[in-house]
């Protein structure tokens, strides 16, 4: 499986942004997707997750009444919608995947990784 992010843009504090994250390969439903992002100097961080089927979707407090999660069955593909979106939701916002879904909030636990996409919420 090969993952591919995109969306990423500037947006003003209180703006909506949508990533995708474009899957190609074979995935079951044991699939899960992770969105991690990384602000300079700190460490990568978990923002939210779902598996392939859609029965389950994880979002870390930050995102909790701002950020959703669907996919797209159609383009394989997994789409995190963030809005009301804070200066610090700010850095590069990458897709990850692996199977099961012990663990999904540490990095370490993916094998699958896309290239990242640069969020920046500025004024």
């Known amino acids: 499986v090969q993952l591919q992010a995109s969306g990423g843009g500037l947006v003003q504090p209180g703006g909506s942004l949508r990533l995708s994250c474009a899957a190609s390969g074979r995935t079951s439903n044991a699939y899960y997707t992770g969105w991690f992002r990384q602000a300079p100097g700190k460490e990568r961080e978990f923002v939210g997750g779902i598996t392939w089927n859609s029965d389950r979707t994880d979002l870390a407090d930050s995102g909790k009444g701002r950020f959703t999660l669907s996919r797209d069955y159609a383009k394989n593909t997994v789409h995190l919608q963030m809005s009301s979106l804070k200066p610090e939701d700010t850095g590069v916002y990458y897709c990850?995947?692996?199977?099961?879904?012990?663990?999904?909030?540490?990095?370490?636990?993916?094998?699958?990784w896309g290239r990242g996409t640069q969020v920046t919420v500025s004024s």
């Open positions: 990850a995947g692996r199977s099961g879904v012990r663990s999904v909030l540490l990095p370490t636990s993916y094998n699958v």
